[in-house]
T-cell receptor, first 116, second 115 residues
Framework: DGGITQSPKYLFRKEGQNVTLSCEQN?????MYWYRQDPGQGLRLIYY???????QKGDIAEGYSVSREKKESFPLTVTSAQKNPTAFYLC???????????????FGSGTQLSVL | DQQVKQNSPSLSVQEGRISILNCDYT??????FLWYKKYPAEGPTFLIS?????DKNEDGRFTVFLNKSAKHLSLHIVPSQPGDSAVYFC??????????????FGQGTILTVHP
């Protein structure tokens, strides 16, 4: 059963702590993305990776870091520098390139991060 | 700077009637538009898309209309069903360059379909 698996579903972060959100896909997709959802603000792009060992900052990368050592995995670390980390985090993937049809992102079920 | 805007936070319709969800954009470089549907505590799922070379795309009960001159698109759901109740996100993409494959999302509209 192909898809994107995000874990954990719920995560709590203490002050000054780094936490890592996991994202694994078995769709053989080249590109992977991290989005953040806040109420009333839609989805905002944090980081994306179009190929292994390469990634780019999205619109709100400050306070976050990523790695892409394997095609299947794109973990996101929320560092202590991220002052407002409480949000719903969504990982997505897509084939890349080419073709506009490949821009249909497939999303995981998300991780809700809250600050203690 | 919100490049994709969904100005209606919520919409309530009766089962069997038409639901019309609207989306406006400001970036003239956007040339591919998508609608996603999201249930609570789940990831969005792709619903329908349209390229800027078209002004209409239909898939079953779902039709998306694009008005490039007005930088406006809309999603029509006919007939609406209670299972359509969800948050609907409009998204847009630019052609080429480093923006390829990145989507810009609107804020979402909560659709409630009453039996």
């Amino acid at each position: 059963d192909g898809g994107i698996t995000q874990s954990p579903k719920y995560l709590f972060r203490k002050e000054g702590q780094n936490v890592t959100l996991s994202c694994e896909q078995n769709l053989n997709h080249d590109a992977m993305y991290w989005y953040r959802q806040d109420p009333g603000q839609g989805l905002r792009l944090i980081y994306y990776s179009q190929i292994v060992n390469d990634f780019q900052k999205g619109d709100i990368a400050e306070g976050y870091s990523v790695s892409r050592e394997k095609k299947e995995s794109f973990p996101l670390t929320v560092t202590s520098a991220q002052k407002n980390p409480t949000a719903f985090y969504l990982c997505a993937s897509s084939t890349f390139p080419p073709g506009r049809e490949n821009e249909k992102l497939f999303f995981g079920s998300g991780t809700q991060l809250s600050v203690l | 700077d919100q490049q994709v805007k969904q100005n209606s936070p919520s919409l309530s319709v009766q089962e069997g009637r038409i639901s019309i969800l609207n989306c406006d954009y400001t970036n003239s470089m956007f040339d591919y538009f998508l609608w996603y549907k999201k249930y609570p505590a789940e990831g969005p799922t792709f619903l329908i898309s349209i390229s800027s070379i078209k002004d209409k795309n239909e898939d079953g009960r779902f039709t998306v209309f694009l008005n490039k001159s007005a930088k406006h698109l809309s999603l029509h759901i006919v007939p609406s069903q209670p299972g359509d109740s969800a948050v609907y996100f409009c998204a847009a993409s630019e052609a080429g360059g480093t923006s390829y494959g990145k989507l810009t999302f609107g804020q979402g509209t909560i659709l409630t379909v009453h039996p």
